[in-house]
């Protein structure tokens, strides 16, 4: 089993920064990759970056060379660095762990980003 716990969420204008960070406890060994989805309201829950174990990234072409998703294996804890934000961003952010065994899930925090 894997827990994950996410912070970093919260309100900001349009064109501001915002940094998800997700910490993985529990059978982290195991974990191949990890990642951030989103899912605003009445749309369906999206990938936006994913990041393996060997470091190989994975982006959503809507958020290409605006976020960066990077890891810390020292503390398992995956961030999301997310810069120039637009309304159409705002999403309840989820952070998500792969194993051999199947998806974990942290609870979710909410980004409003205002227009």
């Known amino acids: 089993q894997v827990q994950l716990v996410e912070s970093g969420g919260g309100l900001v204008q349009a064109g501001g920064s915002l940094r998800l960070s997700c910490a993985a406890s529990?059978?982290?060994?195991?974990?191949?990759?990890m990642g951030w989805y989103r899912q605003a309201p009445g749309k369906q829950r999206e990938l936006v970056a994913a990041i393996t174990s060997g470091g190989s990234t994975n982006y959503a072409d809507s958020v290409k060379g605006r976020f960066t998703i990077s890891r810390d294996n020292a503390k398992n804890t995956v961030y999301l660095q997310m810069n120039s934000l637009k309304p159409e961003d705002t999403a309840v952010y989820y952070c998500n762990a792969e194993d051999l065994v199947g998806d974990y899930w942290g609870q979710g925090t909410q980004v409003t980003v205002s227009s």
């Open positions: 529990g059978s982290i060994f195991s974990i191949n990759a």
